[in-house]
């Protein structure tokens, strides 16, 4: 079935550990984005990806770092988390030519203590 | 400071009534307003968008207002039914290279009753 996958599903961190949040699309979207959700807040962006090779910064992008190698694939990296960080975090994808919508992962449920 | 501002943020209704969702923006150079339905414990999917060239979109029970000119546009869930209990959100954004960089509205936890 094609869609976004995210992994881990739910974590548990202790403050100041590294963590990477693994996303993966097979839709063949050009771009893709990683949005946190907090109550109260709704979605907010952290980082984008418009093609492989790129990426650029969203409203909300300290503390976090992604890279694009391929197409399919977008990790997240907290390099060293904080309380703060706790979230849930949604990977997402569209192919901006087309016009069609933005396409949401499952999220990960992220808690730093 | 919040660009999309959405209320209210929780609504009761009783099923086969009108659930109205409310969003106001700020910057005018917004021109897709999607809305996004989100169950618990699952991602936000898309509802139903609009572009600023019409005032009105209707999809089954769903339809969106638009009004350009007050920079305001709104979610109506028509004859609701217990399933459509979810948050949801609006959002705005651009077409161009800001596509798919939304800025979101808080949400609003929709329950409708038996």
């Known amino acids: 079935i094609a869609g976004i996958t995210q992994a881990p599903t739910s974590q548990i961190l202790a403050a100041g550990r590294r963590m990477t949040l693994r996303c993966t699309q097979d839709m063949r979207h050009n771009a893709m984005y990683w949005y946190r959700q907090d109550l109260g807040l709704g979605l907010r962006l952290i980082h984008y990806?418009?093609?492989?090779?790129?990426?650029g910064k969203g409203e909300v992008p300290d503390g976090y770092s992604v890279s694009r190698a391929n197409t399919d694939d977008f990790p997240l990296t907290l390099a060293s988390a904080v309380p703060s960080q706790t979230s849930v975090y949604f990977c997402a994808s569209s192919d901006p030519p087309s016009g069609t919508g933005v396409y949401f992962g499952p999220g990960t449920r992220l808690t730093v203590l | 400071q919040q660009q999309v501002k959405q209320s209210p943020q929780s609504l009761i209704v009783q099923k086969g009534g009108i659930s109205i969702i409310n969003c106001a923006y700020e910057?005018?150079?917004?021109?897709?307003f999607p809305w996004y339905q989100q169950f618990p414990g699952k991602g936000p999917a898309l509802l139903i968008a609009i572009r600023p060239d019409v005032s009105e979109k209707k999809e089954g029970r769903f339809t969106i207002s638009f009004n350009k000119s007050a920079k305001q546009f709104s979610l109506h869930i028509m004859d609701s039914q217990p399933g459509d209990s979810a948050t949801y959100f609006c959002a705005a954004s651009t077409f161009g290279d800001s596509w798919g960089k939304f800025q979101f509205g808080a949400g609003t936890q929709v329950v409708v009753t038996p």
């Open positions: 910057n005018t150079a917004f021109d897709y």
């Open positions: 990806s418009n093609t492989a090779g790129t990426t």
